[in-house]
């Protein structure tokens, strides 16, 4: 099961044939590879891997850490050449986890910092971060932008950060009836961040960015059947859930000018209820979203969507813990069994964390939305 032969995002998984698959979760395996020609670091730098902890998410850049010992030359009395040689900053780094032989590219970024730690047994601690970081970093003054869609833009855009050689891709809009591509792009000026940017098409064309091995999409969020289930008693091993009470109008508005040269102001509104909050007699609350130079009334009810939608996702959250379960990436819909049947459903992935370290392998999640 190696990462480049399965889609994260669209996979479904059988717990009982993943169990299988895994040998009964029996032997938790990672390896790290390092460099733009990768090779395996504990090879590589004679180093022995202690922990390891890969954070994804989908509002902030992934980031992973993971700490190695037998760094130190007791004959030199001084690090291990071969450690500074390959764990320096800048360097390209791929994780891997999972189960005996079984696993799944589950990070690719770069070592921005390290830290050693000297004591009677010195140790490097390594911080990774994945390109959203850079992408965050990035800033442009007044660069125009003129790619006749939304595939072409990603794709040049993404282009600046070729080193972590990822596959750019802008995929169907099933929700709103359109394709990523469905209008092109009108030119603008960007200012501000390159991960601004891609948010702000994101919003205007209600996509989501996911970056997940060597993939970096656009794509609209996932309705397709959960990624896999966990039950009570067996892969689950603790379940938190929260319910939030929302009575909240939202209202979206904006002037956007015809080719008569004549300003038409666009408004939207929308309200989302929790469950009882219509004859709880509560009043609602409002919030308005002022937009600026609109170029069509979808930029508005494309907004309001996605603030609706954020609204109902903080309605009913979630965490958990599992088993190791490396093929869980923010952006799928994770299935709950066998708490209660108010619990039980299918809940949206906002976060994952993998860790893996001497006492096992685990994964805890954060979940914002459960799907009706």
Not at 121 to 133: E, G, N
Not at 230 to 238: A, E, H, M, V, Y
Not at 314 to 322: A, I, L, T, V
Request: charged share 25%; proline share 2%.
């Amino acid at each position: 099961m190696a990462g480049g032969e399965i889609d994260l995002l669209t996979a479904v998984f059988e717990t009982d044939k993943l169990r299988e698959k895994y040998q009964q979760y029996a032997a938790p395996a990672a390896k790290i590879w390092i460099g733009r020609q990768p090779q395996e670091l504990v090879q590589a730098a004679g180093v022995r891997i202690e922990s390891i902890r890969v954070s994804l998410g989908l509002d902030t850049a992934a980031s992973a850490d993971f700490s190695v010992t037998d760094i130190w030359d007791d004959q030199q009395k001084a690090l291990k050449q071969s450690v500074k040689n390959s764990l320096v900053c800048g360097e390209m780094i791929k994780i891997e986890l999972g189960y005996g032989s079984e696993l799944v590219d589950v990070f690719h970024g770069f070592i921005y910092e390290t830290g050693i730690q000297f004591s009677e047994m010195p140790s490097m601690q390594v911080t990774v971060m994945d390109v959203k970081r850079l992408m965050a970093d990035n800033e442009e003054i007044d660069t125009v932008w003129e790619e006749q869609s939304l595939s072409n833009l990603f794709s040049t855009l993404m282009g600046k950060y070729n080193v972590f050689g990822l596959s750019a891709s802008v995929e169907e809009n099933k929700k709103s009836g359109a394709g990523g591509d469905a209008g092109g792009v009108k030119t603008f000026i960007q200012r501000g961040s390159d991960l601004s940017l891609v948010r702000k098409l994101c919003r205007e064309h209600d996509l989501r960015f996911v970056v997940y091995g060597k993939k970096a999409k656009l794509t609209a969020k996932s309705e397709e059947k959960a990624v896999l289930t966990l039950s009570w008693g067996k892969d689950l091993i603790s379940f938190s859930q929260s319910c939030s009470f929302v009575n909240k109008e939202i209202v979206v508005r904006g002037t956007l000018r015809e080719a008569t040269q004549e300003n038409i102001m666009i408004e939207k509104r929308e309200t989302v209820l929790s469950d009882g909050a219509k004859s709880a007699g509560i009043p609602k609350s409002v919030k308005v979203i002022e937009l600026t130079n609109m170029k069509s009334e979808d930029e508005a009810a494309n907004r309001l969507a996605d603030e609706a939608e954020n609204v109902r996702e903080s309605m009913d959250s979630g965490r958990g813990s599992c088993i190791g379960m490396p093929v869980l990436i923010p952006g799928r819909y994770l299935g709950i069994n066998g708490i209660d049947g108010s619990v039980d459903g299918e809940y949206y992935l906002k976060a994952v964390n993998h860790i893996f370290g001497t006492d096992g392998f685990t994964t805890d999640f954060t979940l914002g939305g459960k799907k009706k």
